[in-house]
């Protein structure tokens, strides 16, 4: 089969970061006056979610480290929902896997997947909370602000979401995905999050929002009457800095890897399209992928294939390297078991290739619209077709690296990652 040929591009995104992680952190806790209600003696559980966040072993870090200036007992506590297997030894293993580890954050991790219930909102809604946060004097909730993968509005991923989700284990997260099957995301997780700290004893948040590079761009604390309006700014910067493809559409898009460490659907539908929408709710715009082809795994998933179900072609070695049961735990979980059906999958990237090219519609393969990516983490260095260079309007700025080139496989007859 005739082939497109290729470019590599380096794009540039907009790129506010943090450069002093430690002394931004102590700055923004500090400007909160937490010594007047967190008294020495007392302890704080933090929490530690399941993404893979920029910096997040230093973010934590540096939080304990503050806490305990104040002469506080920090503790942290896997905030993931259902990840790690929905067992305690998993997620524990999650936060290894990131090396968020005791020994790295100088403070305990107390990992269980039992719950208390809070109360029920007016509309009746139960509020999970972890048990060992329960126990605590205080809570800090730590959160990734970013544009959630199924969800648009206001208030998306963040703070709201670590309350009811990560904060509500297995148990919450089950039920919350299911109520959100039938209800409007930002109701429920406000008034989830409401609840939250009304009944539970949430003494701040620490919200970190990341740029296109994949760098901290922004770390700011509040307080938890602040929580809500705070996101929503932050939202707002989040969405202007994310990480974008350099066209808005492709036949084919090809990703070395996907995982919950990238993002919570392995790949991130902000960036690719396929954002699940609920039946009453519509996304526009959204980016238009004839076909994705998801040729891995990452390490720190541990075989979580969740979002394999988003790409059309697969490769045998990542059905093979998939942890099956803890994908469908992940996946049922969320209210969404097609995030693990197994896609088509070949041995070979050149028998995937060579399947997908034949059927984009009425262009030859070799007029293939092609975009190669790492991951939906980072986007800075893309290959991209001629045809895309051709007839596509660029949606970012980039330049020309190198092409173009022919398309080459190794002996086994597979693709180069980027």
């Known amino acids: 089969m005739a082939y497109p040929r290729m470019f590599r591009v380096r794009q540039k995104f907009p790129r506010p970061r943090v450069d002093n992680i430690p002394a931004a952190i102590r700055d923004t806790l500090a400007r909160l006056n937490l010594g007047s209600k967190i ?7 933090l929490t530690a979610g399941s993404r893979g966040i920029a910096n997040i072993p230093l973010i934590l870090k540096s939080a304990v480290q503050h806490l305990r200036d104040l002469g506080a007992s920090p503790f942290l506590v896997p905030s993931m929902g259902s990840h790690g297997g929905a067992t305690a030894e998993g997620q ?3 936060l290894s896997s990131y090396g968020i580890t005791e020994d790295f954050v100088g403070a305990p991790i107390r990992s269980s997947m039992e719950v208390v219930q809070l109360g029920n909102t007016p509309e009746d809604w139960p509020v999970f909370l972890d048990k060992n946060a329960a126990s605590a004097d205080h809570i800090g ?9 199924n969800y648009a509005g206001p208030v998306e991923s963040g703070l709201m979401k670590m309350m009811m989700i990560g904060l509500g284990k297995r148990h919450g997260a089950a039920h919350y995905h299911r109520v959100l099957l039938e209800q409007p995301y930002d109701p429920v997780v406000r008034a989830v999050g409401r609840l939250m700290r009304a009944k539970a004893p949430i003494a701040f948040g620490l919200c970190t929002v990341e740029n296109g590079y994949d760098e901290t761009a922004h770390l700011e604390a509040c307080l938890p009457a602040d929580f809500e309006p705070v996101e929503e700014r932050l939202l707002v910067k989040a969405k202007e800095w994310l990480g974008r493809l350099p066209f808005h559409e492709a036949d084919l898009l090809i990703i070395d890897e996907i995982g919950k460490d990238i993002s919570g659907s392995g790949m991130d539908t902000n960036v690719v399209g396929r954002k699940r929408a609920l039946r ?8 238009n992928m004839r076909f994705i082809f998801s040729r891995g795994l990452t ?7 969740c979002g394999i179900g988003l790409s059309d072609f697969v490769t045998t070695r990542l059905v093979k390297s998939m942890d099956y049961p803890i994908t469908v735990i992940n996946c049922v979980t969320a209210g969404y078991p097609d995030g693990a059906n197994i896609a088509v999958h070949f041995d070979t990237d050149r028998e995937v290739l060579d399947t997908a090219l034949a059927i984009i519609g009425s262009r030859d393969p070799h007029q293939a619209r092609i975009m190669h990516i790492k991951n939906t983490m980072m986007l800075e260095e893309v290959e991209v ?12 700025d980039f330049e020309v690296l190198k092409g173009p080139y022919e398309v080459t ?6 693709l180069a990652s980027v």
């Open 299 to 305: 390490e720190p998933t541990h075989g979580n294939a």
């Open 280 to 287: 009453s709710e519509t996304i526009a715009n959204q980016p």
């Open 409 to 414: 496989f190794d002996a086994n007859g597979n």
């Open 385 to 396: 077709s001629e045809p895309c260079m051709k007839d596509l309007k660029p949606q970012t």
């Open 141 to 149: 909730v730590v959160a990734r602000v970013k544009p959630h993968t």
């Open 92 to 94: 524990r293993g999650v």
């Open 39 to 45: 008294k020495r003696g007392q302890t704080v559980a």
